[in-house]
């Protein structure tokens, strides 16, 4: 019933920036609750950042202050801008959210991923 399309990643240089984000479809009557994961190769899949419905945000460590996570409450997408960026943020990100539908059922949602490569 509920889609969720990431877009944003790609190859970018050691301190650079690239801003993902994460658009959601189908029979969504709310969303309570949007984040960011990440999977290295070789490494467990991990959160980088949420955001509730009602804003509040958190960060893995390894992130804070680089990363932000952002939410348009007038529609449904949420946006990951990062910043400073560096070679171990190197990995597929993937959009997760935790959706009402409009048959009132509550799922788990997850993008297909998008992939982010921090390289020289």
């Known amino acids: 019933q509920v889609q969720l399309v990431e877009s944003g990643g790609g190859l970018v240089q050691p301190g650079g920036s690239l801003r993902l984000s994460c658009a959601a479809s189908?029979?969504?009557?709310?969303?309570?609750?949007m984040g960011w994961y990440r999977q290295a190769p070789g490494k467990q899949r991990e959160l980088v950042a949420s955001?509730?419905?009602?804003?509040?945000?958190n960060y893995a460590d390894s992130v804070k202050g680089r990363f932000t996570i952002s939410r348009d409450n007038a529609k449904n997408p949420v946006y990951l801008q990062m910043n400073s960026l560096k070679p171990e943020d190197t990995a597929v990100y993937y959009c997760?959210?935790?959706?009402?539908?409009?048959?009132?059922?509550?799922?788990?949602?997850w993008g297909q991923g998008t992939q982010v490569t921090v390289s020289l």
């Open positions: 955001i509730s419905s009602a804003g509040s945000t």
């Open positions: 997760n959210a935790v959706i009402r539908t409009t048959d009132w059922a509550i799922h788990d949602y």
């Open positions: 189908g029979n969504i009557f709310s969303i309570n609750r």
